[in-house]
């Protein structure tokens, strides 16, 4: 069955840095899209980042572009997010999901995912 577990969050200072993992199992990588999510206290679910499974192409939303590199090892079944130049509002909870296709993930919600990991807390404060 597939399983994503989150992790790699933690507190941080506004200008920090954290990587995130998102380890998968039962996922053929090349097979899936994979997205990085947040989601704050009073807020909806939003896309942060997301990479292609056929092209390892990949997408992140303009509150995050130039800071976040999404990055796959295929060996490891595993996705990270380099998280670079932190601010109060990247504070969330993160999430990675699973989209089995070959589809550009750019034009990929939330609600087309299925699989959905249990999210790591990220906080940059001061």
């Known amino acids: 069955q597939v399983q994503l577990v989150e992790s790699g969050g933690g507190l941080v200072q506004p200008g920090g840095s954290l990587r995130l993992s998102c380890t998968t199992s039962g996922v053929t990588l090349e097979y899936y899209a994979i997205g990085w999510f947040r989601q704050a206290p009073g807020r909806e679910r939003e896309g942060v980042s997301c990479i292609t499974g056929s092209d390892s192409s990949t997408y992140s939303a303009d509150s995050v572009k130039g800071r976040f590199t999404i990055s796959r090892d295929n060996a490891k079944n595993t996705v990270y997010l380099q998280m670079n130049s932190l601010k109060p509002e990247d504070t969330a909870v993160y999430y990675c999901?699973?989209?089995?296709?070959?589809?550009?993930?750019?034009?990929?919600?939330?609600?087309?995912?299925?699989?959905w990991g249990q999210g790591t807390q990220v906080t940059v404060s001061s």
């Open positions: 999901a699973a989209y089995a296709g070959f589809y550009d993930c750019s034009g990929l919600g939330p609600y087309d995912y299925d699989h």
